[in-house]
């Protein structure tokens, strides 16, 4: 895996963002902390020659809580950076509006929580605002390729997968791209710096950020919290099991979950689909965000992962699950449509990533972390097809193998799982 340069990275979200801008008044990009948010955002600025106004900057933000108002008074496009810290200007640039008419593109916000976690965001500027979400870095925006495998295999699943070459990614490689995720920062150091990375990241999170999200009593169990939900990462959600031994009322455990997602360290991935069958889980898996750094929590590196250990094979089977929804996820953010996201499970047969379209039309991807993917690897795809008819389009086996094939179940095929970030050669 080639380690990322000091350059400037390439953003899909850029694109989404110079599109939507002639439409929304106020766009607020949401994401992790240190994914690049203030990058774009200046970026974007200097483009519209206006100035970024840094809330991370003490003085600046003083300033801005004295006089929202005026905060809010420049010239637009008003680009604000990490606005969750001073969430009375939602209110300032409510009243901007209510003066000056909706005018697209007034304003460009970040924020490192999730948008519906900050005090009073529902009531200020509804109907007014988009929210984007920005991720760690995409596969392809690391290596400089334009990903476009939903696309299309939307447009001719057979077509998409006959396409592609075959891989030449080991699993070597796999692992060490599981184990690097997509922050920036963390991909520009190896080893131990990169280590250090991720604990001051941690510590930072739940040190400062939880501190001005909540009130948190007991910073201890909200670091255990997030360990134990590493280790249920790719898996359905057991808030049981990760409080277990941590003698804390299930009230706070809830909402200590509810705050690291609110931090964007973990992700819910909803169950889908259940009216299809009476027997269809109804409960959540949990990601967290970034396959790095789960594996950093987990204790996880390339060297352990590589060998043949029991242990060591499940925890790359659930990280890799963890890293392609990951995967997914940010191309999911650059389409122009919104979609709806989930995993499916009935009985014993499940689908890890089910990507549904607002026509209805449906792709599925299972991730399987072995190099042949067998007939009992199908079954949940092969069940889910035959639940939906028409309505799936595609359901994709993802494996570490070499082969991209449509199998003998119609509308099934198989793919490695660098598919992902290698440009599909359509005619």
Not at 9 to 27: F, H, N, S, T, Y
Request: net charge negative.
């Amino acid at each position: 895996m080639a380690e990322l340069s000091e350059r400037i990275v390439a953003r899909r979200i850029q694109e989404v963002l110079a599109a939507l801008i002639a439409d929304e008044p106020v766009i607020a990009l949401h994401g992790p902390r240190s994914v690049g948010k203030s990058t774009l955002l200046q970026s974007f600025a200097l483009e519209h020659g206006v100035e970024v106004i840094d809330l991370d900057d003490p003085a600046v933000l003083d300033a801005v809580v004295a006089n929202p108002s005026l905060a809010v008074s420049g010239p637009p496009p008003v680009c604000i950076d990490e606005y969750q810290r001073a969430v009375d200007l939602l209110d300032a640039l409510k009243a901007r509006l209510n003066r000056e008419g909706t005018v697209p593109g007034t304003a460009v916000l970040t924020g490192s929580t999730r948008h519906d976690a900050i005090p009073r965001t529902a009531q200020a500027l509804t109907g007014r605002l988009h929210v984007l979400t920005i991720l760690p870095l995409s596969q392809g925006e690391i290596a400089g390729v334009r990903e476009d495998l939903l696309p299309a295999l939307l447009d001719d699943s057979a077509q998409a997968v006959a396409a592609v070459p075959r891989s030449l990614t080991s699993r070597g490689d796999y692992i060490d791209r599981v184990c690097a995720g997509g922050f920036p920062l963390a991909l520009r150091r190896q080893g131990a710096a990169r280590s250090r990375w991720f604990r001051d990241y941690v510590r930072l999170s739940v040190e400062r950020d939880a501190a001005e999200l909540a009130k948190v009593r007991q910073r201890a169990v909200l670091s255990q919290l997030l360990d134990r939900l590493a280790g249920q990462t790719g898996q359905v959600l057991n808030v049981a099991a990760a409080s277990s031994g941590l003698e804390v009322h299930r009230e706070t455990i809830d909402s200590y979950v509810r705050l690291l997602e609110d931090l964007c360290l973990v992700q819910r991935l909803p169950a889908w689909g259940k009216t299809l069958r009476a027997r269809a889980a109804r409960l959540p898996k949990v990601h967290v965000v970034d396959s790095g750094l789960a594996a950093w929590l987990l204790g996880s590196n390339p060297q352990r992962l590589a060998t043949l250990d029991p242990t060591a094979l499940s925890e790359f089977g659930h990280l890799l699950e963890t890293f392609v929804v990951g995967e997914l996820r940010k191309q999911v953010s650059w389409l122009d449509e919104p979609v709806t996201l989930g995993h499916w499970r009935a009985d014993d047969d499940e689908v890890d990533l089910v990507v549904e379209f607002e026509d209805g039309r449906v792709l599925a991807f299972e991730v399987k972390a072995n190099q042949r993917i067998a007939g009992k690897d199908l079954r949940g795809l092969v069940k889910l097809r035959d639940l939906l008819g028409d309505r799936l389009v595609a359901g994709v086996a993802l494996s570490t193998g070499e082969r991209s094939y449509s199998t003998d179940q119609d509308r099934i095929h198989v793919l490695p799982v660098d598919r992902l970030w290698q440009p599909v050669q359509r005619p």
